[in-house]
């Protein structure tokens, strides 16, 4: 295991709490990170040092978004979720709640890098807690409280926010598998009728027939779009709990939207909101920049019982789908504008070499780096109690690299700790620490479960154990704050003149 590996003593000086920026020991004045003069635009970026566009996505993710930048959507009152027609609560015409427009900023939703110390170790880039569970996504139209115990009480999501660790990696891993996949349906193609299978990096993505020249994709396994002609047809995405999400960018133009009502509209107002050039595409380019270079999760030492457990994971099947490590032909990592979805490599305009800090992969004997993520990239079936509700059980596979600081867990956050996860996923609605047996309710990880909960107590918690080494980074994006403390000095300094 090379996962970043630290001493626990190491592990816990990274646990600090996002404190001084180097220097002065004060923190960097917001209001000097997203002003006129600082926005950008895509042409800026050639000329622009990486951690400048570092810090410009920072500004991004952290800058608290006002009516006047455009957050926010017209009057419209019907309750959809859609923008321009989104709903209000008491009359509350800036945060929905419901169907988004629910935070000021990214940070709100992604700051806190351990909920196992005290207090809350709290950083740029971790996960929400439950605090700032998102509700809704997809459009809703009704809320009912007063029945308990149904899965149709609201026509929406519940969203628990995830950290942004490691997403370079996971995103030039899925670039990489999606080149395979392009690879084989070409091949496919040229090789005439007949079923051809499917798999990246070791990954079984089912198979595809072709008969008289017309592809039936009716065979893959795991891909969120299967439509044959359309630009991401067999194109992994990584991102989002549902898979459907191709780049870090993609998500950012989904959760801007979303969120804050924010979008790059090319000078239209397109949500009624009186506001056009919201977002700029050099923002947004910045923003997937900051995203995809963040640090990456880490392990602290395996020993003993620990030892043990990752052999038991291994054995149990859970490494079925959450694969440890795999491994990428290349440490550069393209970001791309425009992006399209089947050519992965096309149109990059910020090149970022993955073994370089902060995300710091190990690079691997054939010149890539070593993402050592425990998932596939795949999305699976998880069973009708994991169900949302529009009968919706496909997700992918959570990657497990941080999974000790990150509770709770699930899409939802339904599940407290992490053997509450381990179970619910296997079949059971509202498990708990005690459960000892389960229902198969049709998920794929029915088989993987039942052996865990088959095992007795000492191997049990030899697994959780192991799984307790996976830990997050500190989160603190050091070289940026002082970037940023420079900028806010020398913007100070422009004023007092």
């Given at each position: ?8 003593a190491?592990?816990?000086a990274l646990a600090?709490?996002?404190?001084a920026i ?15 003069d600082d926005?950008?635009?895509q042409?800026d970026?050639?000329n ?11 500004r991004?993710?952290?800058?608290p978004?006002?009516?006047a930048d455009g957050?926010?959507?017209g ?6 979720g859609?923008q ?7 009359n ?15 940070l709100e ?5 351990s909920r ?12 929400g807690?439950v ?11 009704f809320?009912d ?10 026509d929406?999501?519940v969203i628990?926010?995830?950290f942004?660790?490691?997403?370079g990696?996971?995103?030039h891993?899925a670039n990489?598998m ?5 690879q084989?349906?070409?091949a496919?193609?040229a090789a005439?009728?007949g079923?051809?299978p ?11 027939t ?8 009716s065979?893959?396994e ?6 044959p ?9 990584p991102?989002g709990?549902?898979?459907?999400e191709k780049?870090?960018?993609t998500?950012d ?15 239209n107002?397109h949500?009624?909101?009186?506001v056009?050039?919201?977002v700029?595409?050099?923002?947004l ?6 995203v ?5 999760p ?14 038991l994971?291994?054995?149990?099947g859970?490494t079925e789908?959450h ?6 032909d290349?440490?550069?990592?393209g970001?791309r504008f425009?992006e399209?979805g089947?050519e992965?490599f ?7 070499d993955?073994?370089e ?6 690079e691997?004997?054939?010149g890539g780096?070593?993402?050592?993520l425990?998932a596939d990239?795949k999305?699976?079936?998880?069973g009708e109690s994991l ?19 990150t ?5 939802d956050?339904?599940?407290?700790t ?5 179970v619910?996923h296997?079949g059971?609605?509202n ?7 389960i229902?198969d309710d049709g ?5 993987a ?14 697994v ?11 989160g603190t994006f050091d070289a940026l ?5 420079k900028?806010s000095d ?7 003149e």
């Amino acid at each position: 295991m090379k996962l970043r590996t630290m001493t626990i003593a190491c592990a816990f000086a990274l646990a600090a709490p996002l404190a001084a920026i180097a220097g002065d020991d004060e923190p960097v004045d917001i209001r000097n990170l997203f002003t006129g003069d600082d926005r950008v635009q895509q042409s800026d970026l050639a000329n622009m040092s990486r951690d400048e566009i570092r810090l410009a996505g920072m500004r991004m993710f952290t800058n608290p978004f006002r009516v006047a930048d455009g957050f926010g959507d017209g009057d419209d009152a019907n309750p959809t979720g859609i923008q321009t027609e989104r709903g209000s609560l008491q009359n509350n015409t800036t945060f929905q709640r419901i169907g988004g427009l629910d935070g000021q900023t990214c940070l709100e939703c992604h700051s806190i890098i351990s909920r196992r110390t005290v207090p809350m170790t709290f950083g740029i880039g971790g996960v929400g807690g439950v605090n700032n569970t998102v509700l809704g996504a997809g459009g809703n139209t009704f809320v009912d409280l007063t029945t308990p115990n149904k899965k149709e009480n609201i026509d929406g999501r519940v969203i628990n926010p995830p950290f942004i660790f490691g997403a370079g990696g996971i995103e030039h891993l899925a670039n990489e598998m999606t080149e395979e996949l392009q690879q084989q349906l070409h091949a496919a193609q040229a090789a005439g009728d007949g079923t051809y299978p499917l798999s990246a990096k070791g990954v079984d993505f089912g198979s595809l027939t072709i008969a008289g020249g017309v592809i039936d994709a009716s065979g893959v396994e795991g891909i969120a779009n299967v439509t044959p002609g359309d630009e991401d047809f067999l194109v992994v995405q990584p991102f989002g709990r549902k898979g459907n999400e191709k780049s870090t960018r993609t998500f950012d133009v989904g959760a801007l939207s979303f969120h804050f009502g924010m979008a790059v509209d090319h000078g239209n107002d397109h949500d009624g909101d009186g506001v056009v050039n919201e977002v700029f595409d050099g923002e947004l380019s910045a923003l997937s920049v900051f995203v995809g270079t963040a640090q990456t999760p880490f392990q602290t030492k395996v020993k003993g019982k620990a030892k043990r457990g990752e052999r038991l994971l291994n054995s149990m099947g859970c490494t079925e789908c959450h694969i440890p490590k795999m491994d990428t032909d290349s440490k550069l990592l393209g970001f791309r504008f425009p992006e399209i979805g089947n050519e992965p490599f096309a149109n990059v305009h910020t090149t970022v070499d993955l073994t370089e800090a902060p995300m710091s992969f190990e690079e691997n004997d054939n010149g890539g780096v070593t993402i050592e993520l425990f998932a596939d990239l795949k999305r699976h079936y998880m069973g009708e109690s994991l169900e949302e509700f529009n009968g919706d059980g496909m997700f992918t596979t959570m990657r497990l690299w941080g999974v000790a600081d990150t509770a709770p867990y699930l899409h939802d956050g339904r599940a407290l700790t992490i053997r509450d996860a381990i179970v619910m996923h296997g079949g059971v609605p509202n498990a708990r620490t005690n459960a000892t047996a389960i229902t198969d309710d049709g998920s794929e990880a029915f088989g993987a479960v039942s052996n865990f909960l088959a095992a007795g107590e000492a191997d049990q918690k030899a697994v959780l154990a192991f799984l307790d080494t996976l830990r997050s980074p500190d989160g603190t994006f050091d070289a940026l704050l002082e970037l940023a403390s420079k900028v806010s000095d020398d913007d100070d300094d422009d004023d007092d003149e």
